[in-house]
């Protein structure tokens, strides 16, 4: 700590500075990405400026996520060590025993795996949690802190400015959402493959190699779809009740349950060691994507109507996300005891960004992938993030495959009759 490496970029007046973090341990940075030009030098300048502001909205959010109770380390516990796994359908998050709400103590934070002879169950007084089992817990460790993760340049910045804020030691859940595909439309053989996983492996690679991360993949299959959407989730998104909000909440519904298995070792396969995350903090990255023009319709409105067109929608949409996102959002995620958090929707980083000229903040004249949310990409840069810069916006029910469990030719606006439909 306190050891950084100092390289030139080649360009007259313009360094980079790198922390190493290790003692010993030189690094080496590039700025092959940042053009050696006027235009180049402005972004990277503006990029620096809303990385602090970033930073600083994410630290405020670690420094307040509270550490786990001995019942939530209980609770990971038992789902670790039962077949409640991915494929589990349970409709109901899991409760509090009365005589276990108050005077949670603290589990030691070390980093070793669960002995295999731990002993489940509850004490003898019924009343709180095996201690031999929460002892193993403890050295096993926990996260404070979560983060919806597709490897997305929106959900890798915050992992990465997470990663700066938060104690070396603690380990960070990056919570990943699949739905079940079928690999040919005639095949009885389905997958979990689909794209946001692919690229949270790959996005996975940049990150901080010496924190613990743990990326819990969580596989959703149809029945379970079906089932806890009609008897549950249905109930969360309401009143609203269109294909969107269906999409959209069964697929943060599924993902704040935190209840998967462990990516280790190219393991994609939904093999692996059961895992269900005790950060009681979510970060989710919503609001990029709209104060920043990293939607499709984005660069629609943009050829047909200019920046005034598009200045016009940015505004609109940023205005109308805590009617028409947030409410949906915080209950499907709070439905499991966490609190979804929202860097992108700080109010400093919001009042940056509309200070910003939207010509500062993308730039629309570049493809797909580049020119979206381009002062968003230029942080991912400076963070060394070099994958999740580059990657085209996907919707969270798109890059889980969420909308195509579901019938394909409906539209996002539509009314979602699986949302509306009664019990038997």
């Known amino acids: 700590p306190g050891l950084t490496a100092t390289c030139s970029t080649g360009t007259p007046g313009l360094t980079a500075t790198c922390s ?17 030009t006027s235009d ?35 609770h990971s516990l038992v789902d670790s060590h039962t077949d409640s796994g991915p494929g589990h359908v349970d409709s ?50 926990f996260a404070r802190v979560a983060i919806l993760y597709s490897g997305g340049v929106d959900s890798t910045v915050l992992a990465a400015l997470t990663d700066r804020c938060l104690d070396p030691n603690e380990e960070i859940d990056l919570i990943n959402v699949a739905f079940e595909q079928k690999c040919t439309p005639n095949s009885k053989q389905t997958s979990f493959d689909v794209p946001d996983r692919q690229s949270a492996i790959q996005s996975l690679k940049e990150l901080n190699p010496r924190r613990k991360w743990n990326l819990v993949l969580v596989d959703v299959t149809q029945e379970e779809l079906n089932h806890l959407r009609k008897d549950h989730i249905s109930h969360l998104v309401y009143p609203l009740c269109t294909v969107l ?20 070792h190219g393991n994609q396969t939904g093999v692996g060691t059961h895992y269900t995350s005790t950060a009681k903090t979510l970060f989710i990255g919503i609001g990029a994507d709209e104060q920043m023009g990293g939607y499709a319709r984005h660069r629609t409105k943009f050829r047909s109507e200019g920046w005034e067109g598009l200045m016009k929608e940015v505004e609109m949409e940023t205005k109308r996300l805590s009617r028409r996102n947030l409410g949906r959002d915080d209950r499907c995620v709070a439905d499991h005891r966490r609190d979804g958090q929202f860097p992108f929707l700080d109010e400093t980083v919001v009042d940056y960004l509309q200070r910003l000229p939207m010509t500062k903040k993308l730039d629309l004249t570049l493809p797909r992938g580049v020119g979206e949310k381009r002062l968003l990409r230029e942080v991912a840069r400076i963070l060394g993030c070099h994958v999740a810069a580059t990657l085209p916006k996907r919707a969270i029910q798109f890059g889980s495959r969420m909308a195509k469990s579901t019938n394909s030719r409906e539209l996002g606006s539509d009314v979602c009759d699986r949302l509306l439909a009664s019990d038997d």
């Open 20 to 36: 190493t973090g290790t003692p010993g341990l030189t690094a080496t940075c590039s700025t092959e990405h940042f053009s050696h």
């Open 40 to 74: 180049g030098m402005d972004w990277y300048s503006n990029a620096q400026a809303f990385l602090q502001v970033l930073q600083l909205a994410v630290k405020r959010r670690v420094d307040r996520a509270p550490v786990p109770s001995q019942v939530d380390a209980w």
């Open 92 to 141: 109901e998050p899991l409760h509090m025993h009365p005589h276990m709400e108050s005077g949670h103590s603290r589990v030691a934070k070390t980093s070793c795996h669960v002995d295999s002879h731990v002993v489940l169950g509850p004490s003898q007084s019924g009343s709180e949690p095996n201690s031999v089992a929460l002892e193993s817990y403890g050295r096993r460790g």
């Open 245 to 264: 909000d269906d999409s959209i909440g069964c697929a943060l519904w599924f993902a704040a349950r935190g209840r998967g298995v462990l990516y280790c």
